[in-house]
């Protein structure tokens, strides 16, 4: 099986034990799924849920699209021409008690007909009252994920999500943060296939860190 294809494989098996998981949890609300298609090539999955006991209001979506890639994409990250190929999945989570904090991650994989391929993705936390336990338990976690596979991912990753998360008109970073990284592959200490043994072990973190 190519790369590829245990990627989709895996994202999708993922949005389905969140989505399972999220459900019994809640004990109220149920996603509800739109099958999309691409007219350019692809489609995924749409799973959304309101008004459950304790999510407002989520999403945990799953895409897998493929076609040429756009020339605004080849210039922002610097690309020759190739087709491409993008899967992964997306979720944010509003919760109905103001007390707990909106949580987003996404994770995916890109791929080019060249051969240029990497991972990226990323989770973090917005509360709306910031609770330090909370905080220190969330930091935790994503700490003891990363440094299973590079010592120094979790300061790398956190940094980046400090600085994109910057608002600075307002001088301060919005929620907590988490980690973000992307155009992670091969080139980085590490082969592509451990490279994708970390997103899963940040995919796989999610439930506990959710639950707790």
């Not at 304790?54 to 945990?60: A, R, S, W, Y």
Request: hydrophobic share 35%; net charge negative.
């Amino acid at each position: 099986m190519t790369l590829k294809n245990s990627a989709e494989n895996w994202f999708k098996e993922l949005q389905d034990t969140i989505t399972t998981e999220l459900e019994i949890l809640d004990s109220k609300g149920k996603f509800i799924e739109d099958l999309w298609t691409r007219q350019e090539g692809g489609g995924g999955r749409t799973r959304s849920i309101t008004d459950g006991k304790m999510i407002e209001k989520g999403g945990v979506n799953f895409s897998a699209v493929y076609g040429k890639t756009p020339e605004k994409i080849l210039k922002a990250l610097n690309l020759a021409q190739a087709d491409f190929y993008a899967a992964g999945i997306s979720l944010v989570l509003h919760p109905q008690n103001p007390w707990s904090p909106i949580i987003h991650m996404n994770l995916r994989y890109f791929e080019m007909s060249n051969g240029v391929h990497w991972f990226g993705g990323g989770i973090d936390l917005t509360p709306h009252y910031v609770n330090k336990e909370d905080a220190i338990f969330f930091h935790e976690q994503l700490k003891n994920a990363c440094d299973k596979h590079h010592s120094t991912w979790y300061q790398d990753f956190k940094k980046w999500a400090d600085d994109y998360f910057f608002i600075e008109h307002r001088n301060e970073t919005r929620g907590i943060g988490g980690i973000f990284f992307d155009r992670l592959s091969g080139s980085h200490e590490k082969t592509i296939d451990q490279v994708f043994s970390f997103v899963k072990e940040i995919g796989n973190s999610f439930l506990p860190i959710y639950s707790h």
